[in-house]
């Protein structure tokens, strides 16, 4: 006869789920609480942010790990901006025209404030040459002066063409002015031959005159070049005048805006170059500055062309401006595209074509953190071409250098502006999940460089009643930030509760925060519906209820599809070689539990376990892992003193997709025994866990929702007080069941067993002692073990018989 089954004990209800004392917590609600300034338990990742931020090392920028929601970005932006508010403002920056290269503009480093400064003075200063430079060419010392030069020049210029016409009348030539220029003809009494009169002259008189035509054309040559050569000189008087009247115009104004940079000598040599370039090019500016003709589209092309304004190219384009102080910027990019990243440069249409100057040179997050700090999402950046690769490229060279994405890249050969490089100096800080981290530590070879400190955060804290007092300072701070209700004791403690469930581990509290304040904002919706002037723990558990309802259509049409039958699974009667396993279905930020038939088949074989679901690739190599697993542990059980003649298959029925992990690997390693001891399987029971070749059980996750997901298909059959869960050992603190399973495992009416190992696992779900060896190494009779070791011999010896049978040689030979 068989021995009664030694099962473990039922677990007690007090260890389905850890209560929250509200008494104990200390206050009534949680306006009596002082916020929590601080980060709770993420000690270590604080620590790793201060250092970073201390540090003024290149390459010790920062990058902040853990999964969202868990708070990185805030305390982040908490410590950055506090220590940024007692580090120096930086400078400001500006760019201005390179005169003498255009197309590569100058930056200039301004102390805070000046950079605006700067700006205004120029503006105030072009405002005033627009008046004053035209005043100073009209005014009659000008024009008198101008006159002089003009007169003198005509004088000497009408001296020369009066000198070379009184010649040529003596010789019997005139000049004559054209529309195309001087000509000269014979004359005979001051009157010009005409080509009739002059053929019908003695040839002797023809060839005189022609030959002092030729002479007074070479004299008249040499008259032209002298006036060419006087009208350079002329113009060039006229420029020097130019150059002294505005010189007189503008030289006062500037050397008292210089007066006011003097300590910035890069602003002084700025406003030198300005002075150089007005005085040289004042007439221009003069004549591009007059007011428009008549002529249409003109004053459309003049604007097109940039003629309107053409003092704008003294304008300073403030790049950087620092006069608002504070500290230290601290710049958080959401959208971190090249330009935005590194700045641009605009265009604008002409006539068909883009063109661009200084001026349109646009800031990127970097400018504008220089000197300061700048946050950024990793994944984001990665996401955006190039951007990543740019941002490397700044961090390692220390300067910002402004470029189009299509010249980088060489897709265009226009003609654009290549600004001067910009000095960087900031801590970059970057926030992303773990995997990310690892990845780009892995195989970006510039990432270690460039981001030596990873602050890691905590997904969980340790429970006790110290950090529970601290949880509940965090949720009175959330309450006060989002304008929410209080909340009564009671509230937080449920709140609490729900943090440890989240955790998945009564004996810690989830880091998560964004979905506590969800749950804190839900509930304080329910309260105010009711028009309740504080939240109590009945919102607290409306709001979570609510949010298990609408993600749990999946849920019920599950369950819909048990209880009519077209998934089959029983919770009621045995079957031999046939358990139900548990598997979790994650839905986004919702996942239920599932319980799946897993079927065994055994026959004649040579020790092979055959896993169904890898055979036709819908088993991942965790679960084929899993599998082989059980032939290990079959072997080194069973198989000591003969080979294992059996081959058994495995199945998850009605699985059509994918499988995978090894939590249901202790399922299938019992079902295979029962199949081999044919031993029946209680129906009532579903069983998780994953088991090493010893055959110890292992934890798995996700234990409450595959309790769960049992107990409402069980409950929809009926519960009958003999139903139940299988679990291992280890995940006994991992506990934090729905309040109903706690109240029905009260009840008698549902159990759950932990299990060590297969032993105990076998002995709750048959109801028999597996048993244990003896002395001479035999299981005692009747036992489970038993059966399994008499079919392994019964097995065995059918393979031998088979093996020597005639028919058998006679195939052989």
């Not at 495992?745 to 696992?761: E, P």
Request: aromatic letters at 4%.
């Amino acid at each position: 006869m068989a021995e009664p089954a030694r099962l473990p004990s039922p677990l007690p209800a007090e260890a389905l789920y850890r209560t929250c004392d509200a008494a104990g917590l200390g206050f009534v609600t949680t306006d009596e609480l002082v916020p929590l300034d601080e980060a709770l338990g993420q000690d270590r990742a604080v620590e790793a942010v201060g250092f970073g931020l201390g540090i003024r090392r290149p390459g010790y920028n920062i990058v902040a790990i853990g999964p969202p929601g868990i708070g990185k970005r805030s305390l982040i932006d908490r410590h950055v901006r506090t220590h940024a508010a007692s580090e120096p403002t930086p400078a400001d920056w500006v760019y201005v025209n390179n005169f003498a290269e255009p197309h590569k503009p100058r930056a200039l480093s301004l102390p805070p404030g000046r950079g605006s400064a700067l700006k205004r003075d120029i503006q105030a200063l072009i405002e005033e040459l627009r008046t004053a430079l035209p005043a100073a060419f009209e005014s009659d010392d000008y024009r008198a002066r101008r006159q002089t030069i003009d007169g003198s020049f005509k004088q000497r210029h009408d001296q020369i063409f009066r000198q070379i016409e009184h010649e040529a009348k003596e010789r019997g030539i005139g000049i004559i002015r054209t529309p195309v220029g001087l000509a000269l003809a014979p004359m005979r009494n001051d009157e010009v031959l005409a080509p009739e009169a002059f053929h019908k002259l003695p040839e002797e008189e023809r060839n005189r005159l022609t030959l002092e035509m030729g002479q007074v054309q070479e004299k008249l040559q040499a008259a032209l070049e002298q006036a060419a050569k006087l009208e350079g000189e002329r113009r060039e008087r006229v420029r020097e005048l130019h150059r002294e009247v505005t010189r007189n115009a503008i030289g006062y104004r500037l050397d008292a805006l210089a007066r006011g940079y003097a300590d910035l000598p890069a602003v002084v040599a700025h406003l030198e170059v300005v002075e150089r370039d007005l005085v040289d090019n004042a007439e221009t500016l003069l004549a591009q500055s007059a007011p428009p003709s008549d002529a249409p589209g003109e004053a459309l092309a003049r604007r097109a062309l940039g003629e309107a304004r053409p003092f704008d190219r003294y304008q300073v384009n403030l790049l950087v401006d620092r006069s608002a102080g504070g500290g230290a910027p601290v710049v958080s990019e959401d959208h971190p595209m090249v330009q935005n990243l590194i700045g641009r440069i605009e265009y604008r249409p002409m006539f068909g074509n883009l063109v661009t100057d200084f001026s349109l040179i646009k800031p990127g997050a970097l400018h504008q953190a220089n000197g300061g700090y700048l946050v950024l999402d990793a994944r984001r950046v990665l996401m955006q071409p190039f951007a990543w690769e740019e941002l490397k490229r700044a961090l390692r060279a220390r300067q910002v250098q402004i470029r189009s994405l299509a010249d980088s890249l060489g897709l265009v050969s226009t003609v654009t502006l290549q600004p001067e490089p910009i000095p960087l100096d900031l801590k970059v800080v970057l926030t992303g999940d773990r995997l990310l981290h690892y990845l780009l530590a892995e195989l970006d070879p510039d990432y270690g460089e460039l981001f030596k400190v990873a602050a890691d955060f905590e997904d969980d804290l340790p429970r006790g009643a110290g950090s529970e007092a601290g949880y509940a300072r965090l949720i009175a701070s959330i309450a006060r930030r989002e304008g929410l209700l209080a909340l009564d004791a009671p509230a937080v403690a449920r709140a609490i509760e729900h943090g440890a469930r989240l955790a998945g581990d009564h004996a810690k509290i989830t880091a998560h925060l964004e979905p506590m304040a969800d749950l804190l904002r839900e509930a304080d919706h329910l309260a105010r519906g009711d028009a309740s002037t504080r939240i109590g723990a009945a919102d607290v558990q409306r709001a979570i209820d609510r949010q298990q309802r609408r993600a749990g259509r999946l849920r019920e049409r599950a369950l819909e599809r048990i209880a009519n039958g077209t998934v089959l699974i029983d919770t009621a009667g045995e079957r031999v070689g046939q358990v139900n396993g548990l598997s979790v279905i994650p839905l986004g930020g919702f996942a239920f539990g599932h319980p799946s038939r897993i079927t065994a088949r055994v026959r004649l074989g040579r020790g092979q376990v055959i896993d169904i679901e890898r055979e036709v690739k819908l088993g991942g190599p965790l679960h084929s892992k899993g599998v082989l697993i059980l032939a290990g542990f079959l072997g080194g059980r069973f198989g000591r003193e003969r080979p294992l003649a059996l081959s058994a298959s495995l199945v998850f029925e009605q699985s059509y997709g994918g499988v995978e992990g090894d939590s249901a690997s202790m399922a299938e390693l019992c079902a295979i025994l029962s199949a081999l001891a044919e031993v029946p399987i209680r129906q009532g029971i579903a069983i998780t866990g994953s088991v090493n070749q010893h055959g110890a059980a292992q934890p798995i996750g996700g234990v409450n929702e595959k309790i769960e997901g049992f107990f409402d298909v069980c409950r929809q059959a009926g519960l009958d007080g003999r139903q139940g869960v299988a679990i291992p050992e280890a995940n006994r603190r991992h506990l934090m069941l729905r309040r109903d399973v706690v109240e029905a495992v009260a009840a008698g009416k549902f159990f759950i067993h932990a299990v060590s190992d297969v032993d105990q696992a076998l002995a709750v779900l048959t109801g028999r002692d597996p048993g244990t060896r003896d002395s001479e190494g035999r299981y005692g009779a009747g036992t489970l073990y038993r059966r399994v070791e008499e079919a392994l011999v019964k097995l065995a010896a059918t393979v031998r018989e088979f093996g020597a049978s005639p028919e058998t040689k006679e195939r052989a030979s």
